[in-house]
């Protein structure tokens, strides 16, 4: 029997093993996002089928992407349904179609800006040796976009900061240093553009959101007892949801940062990617009991 989660308009009836892997794919799936037709796509740290792609009942609908990744991070659609993912090792967010093939590279390939980090620290905890900001990219970890086509890519692991590059992927400028002072930054980690025009920052090791208007200028913090906060993902109905990484927990809240809901256990500490398709439903990355290998979970709303 599934189990339900959430409360009042926000419950949810979870499907642990929802996705129906065929035999011969490996799933350790990084990062997920819905495409066109509500396809649920998996980036996953597998060198052979790195993307995979479920249908909303969890029917496997083929894969992409061998041998052009080297670790990923985060996936994600624009607004004209091209994927964006960011392979945080290569130094590298890369366009593709909804089936697969590779329009546009932004980054150079295995260069690493100047933070302090060594050049061979690849690690999870790789930020705590961040001495000072650097230009892009230094393993960086999510990408988002405004209406007028330009994006903001968090830079976390190896570095602290925001970047902001024009439509063209003309690099533009970029904000935060490490530190736990207002605008500053202890890995960020996802980002998102709102319909205010305003940027979610995912301060994870800071256990906050700090929100930023699209000139990097500060506006508001959100703290709202978040533990690690990860990823986002706002839906239609202005509503936000958030992968807890270092809690094991998903909250929903309001733009204004007032929660809805939330549910979780530490045991899936280190959930690691959201997203929700046009049924109202949606989809994390989360770990089995005490950190086993990740998994996509669906959430169905009730």
Request: proline share 5%; glycine share 10%; net charge negative.
């Given at each position: 029997m599934e189990?339900?989660?959430?409360?009042?308009?926000?419950?949810?009836?979870?499907?642990?093993?929802?996705?129906?892997?065929?035999?011969?794919?490996?799933?350790?799936?990084?990062?997920?996002?819905?495409?066109?037709?509500?396809?649920?796509?998996?980036?996953?740290?597998?060198?052979?089928?790195?993307?995979?792609?479920?249908?909303?009942?969890?029917?496997?609908?083929?894969?992409?992407?061998?041998?052009?990744?080297?670790?990923?991070?985060?996936?994600?659609?624009?607004?004209?349904?091209?994927?964006?993912?960011?392979?945080?090792?290569?130094?590298?967010?890369?366009?593709?179609?909804?089936?697969?093939?590779?329009?546009?590279?932004?980054?150079?390939?295995?260069?690493?800006?100047?933070?302090?980090?060594?050049?061979?620290?690849?690690?999870?905890?790789?930020?705590?040796?961040?001495?000072?900001?650097?230009?892009?990219?230094?393993?960086?970890?999510?990408?988002?976009?405004?209406?007028?086509?330009?994006?903001?890519?968090s830079d976390g692991y190896g570095n602290a900061r925001v970047h902001k590059f024009s439509a063209d992927a003309q690099y533009l400028f970029s904000w935060g240093e490490p530190g736990k002072a207002p605008g500053q930054f202890n890995l960020p980690h996802g980002v998102w553009v709102d319909r205010r025009g305003r940027l979610l920052v995912a301060d994870r090791e800071n256990d906050r959101v700090q929100i930023f208007d699209l000139d990097g200028k500060l506006l508001e913090v959100w703290r709202t007892e978040l533990i690690g906060p990860a990823f986002f993902y706002v839906d239609d109905d202005d509503i936000v949801y958030v992968a807890e990484h270092n809690g094991g927990m998903i909250s929903i809240l309001t733009l204004d940062g007032e929660r809805l809901a939330r549910w979780g256990d530490p045991i899936h500490r280190s959930c690691h990617g959201i997203w929700g398709d046009s049924q109202g439903d949606f989809y994390v990355v989360q770990p089995g009991e005490w950190g086993r290998v990740r998994r996509v979970v669906k959430f169905e709303r009730q």
């Amino acid at each position: 029997m599934e189990a339900i989660v959430g409360s009042g308009k926000y419950t949810y009836k979870v499907h642990e093993n929802w996705a129906h892997v065929p035999e011969g794919v490996e799933m350790k799936p990084a990062a997920v996002a819905v495409g066109p037709q509500d396809r649920v796509y998996c980036f996953n740290r597998v060198a052979e089928h790195p993307v995979v792609i479920f249908d909303r009942d969890g029917n496997f609908q083929g894969s992409w992407g061998a041998g052009l990744f080297r670790f990923p991070h985060a996936i994600r659609f624009d607004a004209e349904g091209f994927a964006w993912l960011t392979d945080e090792h290569h130094q590298q967010f890369m366009k593709f179609t909804a089936d697969g093939k590779l329009l546009q590279t932004i980054g150079e390939r295995d260069h690493r800006s100047d933070t302090g980090v060594p050049d061979d620290d690849f690690s999870s905890t790789a930020w705590k040796k961040v001495k000072h900001a650097g230009g892009p990219f230094n393993l960086p970890t999510d990408i988002a976009f405004a209406p007028d086509g330009s994006m903001f890519m968090s830079d976390g692991y190896g570095n602290a900061r925001v970047h902001k590059f024009s439509a063209d992927a003309q690099y533009l400028f970029s904000w935060g240093e490490p530190g736990k002072a207002p605008g500053q930054f202890n890995l960020p980690h996802g980002v998102w553009v709102d319909r205010r025009g305003r940027l979610l920052v995912a301060d994870r090791e800071n256990d906050r959101v700090q929100i930023f208007d699209l000139d990097g200028k500060l506006l508001e913090v959100w703290r709202t007892e978040l533990i690690g906060p990860a990823f986002f993902y706002v839906d239609d109905d202005d509503i936000v949801y958030v992968a807890e990484h270092n809690g094991g927990m998903i909250s929903i809240l309001t733009l204004d940062g007032e929660r809805l809901a939330r549910w979780g256990d530490p045991i899936h500490r280190s959930c690691h990617g959201i997203w929700g398709d046009s049924q109202g439903d949606f989809y994390v990355v989360q770990p089995g009991e005490w950190g086993r290998v990740r998994r996509v979970v669906k959430f169905e709303r009730q």
